[in-house]
């Protein structure tokens, strides 16, 4: 069983920085890509970032330049470094893994549950 659980998530003050983390935990064999995407009220889920295991990466259109996604894939761990944080950034993040079980010899995707982030005075 594969689990994404988040952290970091939090209220912070227009123009502040959060650094989200996402664990990938359980018996896992490969990550193909990791990434992050967020859901605001009465919205769809959007992609935020996304990186490979060969660390390419890409970013929405409104979040590059402020937003940086990172994966250290020793510790099976995904980040997303986010600077100059607006409102309309105000959401819940949600991990996203292509990953392998050890269980499967196919690539299967998973979701945290989410983190909050509120962007607000």
Excluded at 37 to 48: H, M, N, T
Excluded at 80 to 86: F, G
Excluded at 91 to 109: E, L, S
């Amino acid at each position: 069983q594969v689990q994404l659980v988040e952290s970091g998530g939090g209220l912070v003050q227009p123009g502040g920085s959060l650094r989200l983390s996402c664990v990938a935990s359980g018996s896992i064999y490969s990550i193909t890509r990791m990434a992050w995407y967020r859901q605001a009220p009465g919205k769809e889920r959007e992609l935020v970032a996304g990186i490979t295991s060969s660390f390419a990466t890409n970013y929405k259109e409104s979040v590059k330049g402020r937003f940086t996604i990172s994966l250290d894939n020793a510790e099976k761990t995904a980040y997303l470094q986010m600077n100059s944080l607006k409102p309309e950034d105000t959401a819940v993040y949600y991990c996203h893994g292509v990953i392998t079980p050890r269980t499967a010899d196919y690539a299967v995707q998973y979701w945290g549950k989410g983190a909050p982030v509120t962007v607000s005075s």
